[in-house]
């Protein structure tokens, strides 16, 4: 399973994704995840409304295995009922 997560600097829903992912990297064999800083990869709101295929208003954006979940409570949701995030 692969995830990125699209998010911008001094987000705390963005932080909060980012140490999920951290987590659930340690925890599992199968899981590895790329954060994408849209500031520093100079990705306009433009830009990621047409990767996640419709109008974005708040980052994180996450995608799992090139499928758009949402942003951090949906990731955290996914994460809780299908990957042991709080096992």
Avoid: W
Avoid at 14 to 19: Q, S, W
């Amino acid at each position: 399973m692969f995830v990125v997560i699209f998010g911008r600097p001094a987000c705390p829903y963005c932080v909060r994704a980012k140490e999920h992912a951290e987590t659930l990297k340690a925890k599992r064999d199968d899981f590895n995840y790329r954060y994408v800083d849209i500031q520093a990869e100079g990705i306009s709101k433009a830009d990621l409304e047409k990767t996640v295929g419709k109008p974005v208003e708040t980052v994180p954006q996450i995608f799992i295995d090139q499928t758009h979940i949402g942003g951090c409570d949906d990731f955290e949701a996914y994460a809780k009922e299908n990957l042991g995030l709080f096992d």
